[in-house]
């Protein structure tokens, strides 16, 4: 008899166990959404995993939208154009709904952008504008050209340049010519820096201060290290360079191994700016081998998009803030800016650690 109830409450024990196993609030949660979103693919075109940053942007946007239950085909093409040509297309054949494309080169998907028009399968441009294409519905990105005004602001505060009488000098390091960003950025920079050129409270000595001929294709940290190798052998011999004004944190590493081979010391380091808070930057900025950056909380961006995409497929309403500047020679883009922030040894705790970007042990590794 006793074996008989203790039979019985272990089945009722049991069923509930495996009622709890598979019920957990996941598995109905994810069905509603597949419901709601109709089993739709997302193809996540990203131009690179040699940034930390892209790694991030993907897996932000790839959990999203699988959180809301879309099915998501992620690819990364390694900076070659071609490759991410060819993955798109294979997307458009494979029969997603909906594209998201960080491109490599932003006037090279100009034929590829057309047949995923003509399949009717929209296009959101994720953090670079996609250009010459009347393809794309909205675009998600940070405020661009304020990120080369907070760069250009940082220096002028840093080095007191609206008061001091003393001089600095400083070489340039700018983004890729085929990324909108990058000249975005330099318009910025520039908005702020160049009354300092002219008045020369601030001395470029390789006479390199336009976008041209300071702009670094696919953005190659190796370029950046060559570029200011060259710059201290031809023009530093003699004396100290004060200001490397860069606009990524692979910029950054490069001039930073150009001036530890050049025999730059703590007593000399420059200032050196970057764009992106990567991990190692950011540890970087704690040693003092870089100065600043600028924090993009690729969260933030990854959460922007996913309700664009929500918005082509589902008929939501995105948000949108800015349906003026991205121009892209065809049509206005609408368009999310999201705000970037430049930290430093001062701020990176608050802004970074205590927004759980990164955490303090991943900083201390
Ligand atoms: C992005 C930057 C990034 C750079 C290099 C730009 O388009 O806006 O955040 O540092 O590409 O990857």
């Not at 970057?274 to 924090?295: P, R, V």
């Not at 690729?298 to 996913?306: G, S, Y």
């Amino acid at each position: 008899m006793k074996k008989k109830v203790l039979g019985a409450l272990l089945s009722v024990a049991m069923v509930a166990t495996l009622l709890v196993g598979c019920g957990g609030d996941a598995a109905p949660a994810t069905t509603e959404a597949s419901a709601a979103t109709g089993g739709k693919k997302v193809g996540v075109a990203m131009p690179t995993q040699s940034s930390e940053r892209w790694i991030n942007d993907g897996d932000n946007m790839k959990k999203r939208l699988e959180e809301l239950g879309y099915e998501v085909d992620l690819q990364y093409a390694e900076d070659d154009v071609q490759m991410q040509v060819s993955q798109i297309e294979n997307m458009i054949a494979s029969g997603v709904n909906c594209l998201v494309i960080a491109s490599i080169d932003s006037g090279a998907l100009v034929n590829v952008e057309a047949q995923a028009k003509e399949a009717g399968i929209p296009i959101i441009a994720y953090d670079r504008l996609l250009m010459d294409t009347d393809a794309v519905s909205y675009y998600a990105t940070f405020d661009n050209k304020g990120v080369g005004t907070a760069i250009g602001k940082y220096i002028e505060e840093k080095k007191d340049l609206a008061n001091t009488s003393e001089t600095f000098t400083i070489e340039f390091f700018m983004g890729s010519p085929d990324d909108n960003n990058a000249h975005m950025l330099y318009d910025g920079l520039m908005e702020v820096l160049q009354p300092y050129l002219d008045n020369g409270t601030l001395i470029c000595k390789s006479g390199r201060t336009s976008f041209d001929d300071t702009c670094i294709l696919r953005w190659s940290q190796e370029t950046a290290q060559q570029n200011c190798e060259n710059y201290l052998t031809g023009f530093y011999a003699d004396e100290d360079l004060d200001i490397c004004a860069t606009a990524f944190d692979g910029f950054a590493y490069g001039c930073k191994a150009a001036l530890e081979g050049a025999g730059y010391t703590e007593a000399n380091w420059p200032l050196i700016t970057g764009q992106d808070a990567e991990l190692m930057a950011t540890k970087n900025i704690i040693s003092g081998k870089q100065t600043m950056s600028i924090y993009k909380d690729t969260r933030l961006l990854a959460e922007k998009c996913v309700t664009m995409v929500q918005a082509v497929l589902e008929g939501a309403e995105p948000e949108i803030n800015d349906t003026e500047q991205y121009n892209n020679g065809k049509i206005v883009v609408p368009s999310y800016l999201c705000t970037p922030v430049a930290v430093d040894k001062d701020n990176y705790e608050e802004i970074i650690v205590k927004g759980g970007y990164y955490t303090a042990e991943q900083l201390a590794e």
